[in-house]
């Protein structure tokens, strides 16, 4: 047996899975093979999106289940023994691993990185690879885990039989708190991206302590009810009869995992702090959702809580810290034991990823001054000063304004899918039901056949507030726009919202973060893969914080005259689905005694000018509001903004990958697939549908991928797909074939001239009309032969489209 001729594969059969099973580790039980542990990145491509390459281990090395330590790079005996150490030692960072080893069938090259060794990298023989209990034991070593905490650590995961894991930094997370918690931290940080699952990471947490009997008696602290009853019903219905709600401002002293709203055990009186029912030492563990919201801040009634149980463990979880002069996270819990971030969240291909379209208006950049004199529509003098974004719809209301933020709302919605779920954002209540009001005027078609299409959901109304839970339910078609202010910034899992509207003056990062948050959610079933910002305030700029790490898809900014939808995605509006229609009506969340809103207005000012408000404000009728003229703008692949034009961003780009025209030809003729070099170039940042747009715009037709980049990066002269397709036909290039054969490779030739080479590449466009008229994919594939010879003739038909390429200049 020649080794070097073996594959990567044969020699993890072969060589280091039995070296592994000889040190003793189960491969049943221990070892993940070929282990993907993120989703691939989704690049959106105008209305289309696809998945980035997966991060993917040869082995993953458990001492029990979720609790990886070590992790094995393979690769075929051409290469090194250390050839793939560098990329399991990145692996070994996303994964938090501690043992790092790279292997090519002869040995190992070990990687040590508690610092425990003598050396750091030492070469293994396939008989010398270590045992689980040898690296447990230096893994604990390293970890400072003594005995007496191990019996905490080593406590498995809940498992319910359906074969649900955690995600890899879920598992990160739940393993750090669980080993900082059973060494004796009382005050432990996590920091989870909105949409990460911060509540079943949460459940593993507390399921691992309490079943360890490291914690008896558990309180998990929220502050809004529909997050304490989703946890309820939800992530801790393992906990079952051992688990309560308190509900009716009673104490019930039975059970031993307490969930609660922190308004439900405070208040304003001594004797409505029920909490105090408990003695101080009753609870020995207390996690606190979101605690970014309150329990940051010293005087706070969730400090109060805290304080009472000092003796306990607190746990907060967060997606977004606070860190200011009055309100510190850190201070209290001190750093964070784990972070995920929005943007490796959106990287690992768990968060959606996003487009912002910004639109300015002239009377938010350039002010607005009233005439000397000049009165309002309720007759009250306006004060003379000059107006502009900070007061409009705080102190000024310019009721044609509001009327523009709707039409674009309407217009955004129309051209691509009515049904879209969308959260407006607005300054307050006042302003929520205005735009709520213009939007009911404007879509009256929507309106009369449900009147819940668009619903004011805020604090303060009992009717809004009860379509919260049909508005966050995928099933549930209505209602599809919702108004707002504050009540639905966090905690709404809305996991099928698509469009947020940002017309709401925002200087917040933590805040921003949260409404960024409400969109951020995936959903397959629902075909929700990313989502549109759709900012009137310069909300947006905060993406150029350095505190901001998440980056956008494209920034685009409509001119005056232009359609509110992003260039790259105008398309006919998608009918309706029919999961839209299915689902039952989600039963409202009762509303507990003694349970407190968030208030939607700043400072708690829900009334207007003349009904007792704080606030002065005017409202002018009769001042003309419109969009100015703007650019677009991009987001590149590292989330900075493109600062260049589109087509110097893509001549660099390109050529990072391909420096000649040469190379580029070399690489598109010797491609099996065309279709991997488009999306190899999507998924570094190139923007295909704005550059073939562009490139079309001159031909008068679309121009192939292989046209867009030879014009634009090596300045060679571009045919259309059309013309590509007739200089095929005028060769007499199907007189080869007869019959079936004849008719499906002139039915392909047209499919690319309408479509572009990336259906004629998948053998699932046999499925489709013409072909479906033609016969089954199975008799047409069988008509060349067999899938081989229909892949040969796919393959020269593409030769024979790109015969009429650039070549590229000879040197002198």
């Known amino acids: 047996m020649d080794k070097k001729k073996l594959t990567e594969r044969d020699i993890c059969t072969k060589f280091i899975t039995p070296a592994i099973e000889q040190a003793g ?38 001492y029990q289940k979720n609790q990886p330590i070590a992790v094995i790079e393979a690769k075929d005996n051409k290469h090194s023994l250390g050839d793939g150490m560098q990329q399991a030692l990145a692996y070994s960072d996303a994964l938090d691993i501690p043992f790092v080893f790279s292997s090519n069938g002869d040995g190992f090259l070990f990687h040590d990185r508690t610092g425990l060794s003598e050396k750091t990298e030492t070469t293994l023989s396939l008989d010398e690879f270590p045992s689980p209990n040898t690296l447990w034991e230096r893994y604990c070593q390293y970890k400072n885990i003594d005995q007496t905490a191990r019996q905490t650590v080593e406590q498995p995961y809940y498992d319910d039989g359906s074969g649900r894991t955690p995600r890899y930094y879920q598992a990160v997370a739940i393993n750090r708190t669980v080993e900082a918690v059973a060494k004796g931290q009382n005050r432990v940080l996590l920091v989870m991206a909105t949409g990460t699952g911060k509540t079943f990471t949460a459940f593993q947490i507390i399921w691992r302590l309490w079943k360890a009997k490291q914690k008896k008696r558990i309180l998990f602290l929220a502050d809004r009810n529909i997050l304490v009853d989703q946890t309820k019903n939800n992530d801790f219905k393992p906990f079952g009869q051992a688990m309560t709600k308190v509900t009716n401002r ?107 379209v910004r639109v300015d208006l002239d009377k938010d950049l350039q002010g607005w001054r009233p005439s000397k004199g000049q009165t ?191 260039d790259d995605e105008r398309e006919p509006p998608h009918p309706g689905t029919a999961e839209f229609e ?18 939607d207005t700043p400072g708690g000012d829900t009334s207007g000018p003349g009904e007792g408000g704080t606030r002065k404000r005017f409202v002018v009728d009769n001042v003309e509001v419109a969009v100015i003229a703007e650019r677009v703008q991009y987001m590149g692949p590292d989330g900075k903004l493109i600062t260049e034009s589109l087509k110097d961003y893509t001549r660099k780009k390109v050529k990072e990958q391909y420096a000649s025209l040469d190379d580029f030809l070399r690489r598109w003729n010797g491609a099996e697939r065309k279709q991997v070099i488009i999306e190899e170039l999507a998924e570094s940042g190139i923007f295909w549908e704005d550059l073939i747009k562009d490139v079309g715009k001159k031909l008068g037709a679309e121009p192939d991928p292989f046209d867009v980049i030879c014009h634009i990066v090596y300045d060679q002269p571009a045919l259309s797909r059309k013309e590509r397709a007739a200089a095929v036909r005028s060769n007499n290039y199907f007189s080869k074939y007869e019959g079936a054969t004849r008719q499906v490779m002139d039915a392909l030739l047209t499919k690319y001239t309408d479509s572009g080479i990336e259906p004629i590449e998948d053998v699932q466009v046999l499925k489709l009309d013409p072909f479906s008229k033609l016969g089954s994919p199975l008799e047409l594939v069988h008509a060349f032969g067999g899938k081989p010879g229909y892949t040969d003739a796919v393959r020269e038909l593409e030769d024979a489209l790109y015969e009429q390429s650039p070549h590229p200049p000879k040197s002198a």
């Open 25 to 62: 580790w189960d491969i049943q039980d221990q070892v993940r093979e070929e282990f993907s542990f993120t989703a691939g990145r989704i690049i959106v491509r105008g209305r289309m999106h696809l998945r980035g390459k997966k991060r993917r281990a040869d082995y993953i090395l458990s």
């Open 250 to 356: 009673t104490v019930d002293k039975s059970y031993e995992i307490y969930l609660s709203l922190y308004q439900a055990v405070t208040g304003s009186e001594e004797e409505q702090n029920i909490y105090k029912q408990f003695s101080a030492d009753f609870f020995d563990l207390i996690v606190i959702d979101e605690c970014h919201r309150g329990s940051a801040a010293v005087d706070s009634a969730w400090r109060s809580i805290l304080e009472y149980f000092s003796a306990a463990t607190h746990v907060g979880l967060t997606a977004t810290p606070k860190e200011t002069k009055e309100v510190s996270n850190i201070d209290y819990f001190g750093e964070p034991v784990y972070t995920y971030s929005l943007k490796q969240g959106i990287e690992d291909g768990f968060l959606a990823p996003y487009k912002v």
């Open 376 to 566: 309002d529509k309720h007759g009250e003098l306006i004060d003379d000063r000059i107006y502009n974004q900070k007061d409009f719809d705080r102190n000024l209301v310019l009721e044609k304004r509001t009327l523009v933020v709707a039409r674009k709302v309407t217009e955004l919605l129309e051209n691509t899918d009515p049904f879209q779920k969308t959260i407006i954002f607005c300054e307050d209540i006042d302003h929520a039901e205005r735009m709520r009001q213009a939007l009911v005027n404007l879509n009256p078609k929507r309106v009369g056949e449900n009147r819940k299409y668009v619903m004011r959901i805020t604090g303060d109304e009992q009717e809004g507030k009860a379509e919260l839970d049909n508005f966050i339910n995928p099933e549930e078609r209505y209602p599809v726009i919702a108004t707002t202010s504050k009540l639905m910034t966090t905690g709404v899992d809305a996991q099928t919202c698509k469009v947020i509207v940002l017309d709401q003056r925002i200087q917040s990062m933590t805040e921003f973060k949260q409404i960024i948050g409400r969109g951020t959610r995936i959903n397959d079933d629902f075909n929700k893969h990313w989502f549109t910002i759709l900012d009137f305030k310069k909300a947006t700029e905060l993406f150029a914080d350095p505190a901001f790490d998440g980056e956008p898809v494209k920034v685009y900014r409509p001119k005056d005259d232009d359609p509110v939808v992003p």
């Open 582 to 599: 299915a689902g039952e009506e989600a039963e409202g969340y009762e509303v507990e005694p003694g349970e407190t809103w968030t208030t």
